[in-house]
């Protein structure tokens, strides 16, 4: 039987285009480098349950949020033995969950804005409170929801008893944070790869969910020129996270960077593909390929990935 590599994509999460569009940049890489794969559109769990891994030599998750990225697809796959991208099903877990994610780097000596952190059984602080401890703005975010979705920024009793809401209409766990003026960087990490830091420039307030996916324009990415210090204690940091977080290939560290001082806002432990993403522009990768290649072979060996290959003899 000639094994091929399964693309799951879709999900039921609120980041269901996201995945369909980094689902369909997986197919059409794989399509250009001749290897064998398929690809299922799942909306619930069952869907995996349901299908018959015998031929599935590895799996590439192009889920986002939801089970797909909170742990569970990963501990199910770990439990049938197929490997896969992104962390495993602890590091995926933490990473998913802001606080839970917050907490680690804070154990790491990582700076992170200061915050309150709500579930179902809190008593929702008072504004005054938070204004008194925080300051104002404040930026208000679901616990378990990714790109941006719920995010929400307050500065008056009213915007924040409706961000609260808001975060409560995806979940029950929320974080209430301070507001940290500066420049917004990310830094992808692949494997053994240096990469540039990429600033992300919005005309928004801040990298709310129509920021990250506006067409119009006005949000962009360029190269980071920070200093030497600040560049310096991303890249600790990340690999700092990274480690501990148990990742083998690849994710995506966002922070906010004031002077030399640099602070965690969150990790993406399932990171968007797109085709030309600004990472490859200002660094040594030829392509959304090459990255997807590394990706895969971190977890196979050469042999087996050419065993892959469209042409390769059967198995």
Do not use: W
């Amino acid at each position: 039987m000639q094994k091929y590599i399964l693309i799951v994509k879709g999900g039921a999460s609120t980041e269901r285009e996201v995945s369909l569009h980094s689902g369909a940049t997986v197919e059409e890489s794989f399509v250009r480098q001749g290897v064998r794969s398929k690809s299922i559109d799942v909306t619930s769990f069952d869907d995996l349950y349901e299908y018959d891994m015998s031929g599935v030599a590895y799996v590439f998750i192009a889920l986002h949020g939801g089970f797909g990225e909170d742990g569970s697809l990963q501990y199910y796959l770990q439990s049938l033995g197929i490997p896969h991208n992104g962390a495993g099903a602890l590091g995926s877990a933490i990473g998913m969950n802001k606080f839970l994610a917050k907490k680690i780097a804070t154990h790491c000596n990582v700076s992170t804005p200061k915050g309150f952190y709500l579930d179902k059984e809190s008593i929702v602080p008072p504004f005054q409170q938070i204004k008194e401890s925080l300051g104002v703005p404040v930026i208000i975010k679901p616990c378990n929801q990714g790109c941006s979705v719920g995010v929400s920024m307050a500065d008056n009793e009213s915007t924040y008893l409706e961000g609260i809401e808001l975060c409560k209409s995806y979940n029950d766990d929320i974080l209430v944070e301070e507001f940290i003026s500066g420049q917004e960087v990310a830094l992808f990490h692949l494997t053994d790869h240096t990469l540039p830091v990429i600033s992300v420039s919005y005309t928004q307030p801040f990298f709310n969910l129509e920021a990250k996916f506006s067409s119009n324009g006005s949000t962009t990415f360029d190269r980071a020129y920070l200093s030497d210090l600040a560049e310096t204690n991303i890249r600790i940091l990340t690999a700092t996270l990274v480690s501990y977080l148990g990742i083998k290939d690849y994710c995506r560290v966002d922070f906010m960077v004031q002077g030399d001082d640099v602070y965690f806002i969150e990790i993406n432990t399932l990171p968007g593909l797109v085709e030309k993403p600004a990472y490859v522009e200002y660094s040594h990768l030829e392509s959304i390929d090459e990255i997807i290649c590394t990706i895969v072979t971190s977890a196979l060996t050469g042999e087996q990935y050419e065993s892959l290959l469209i042409d390769a003899a059967v198995n």
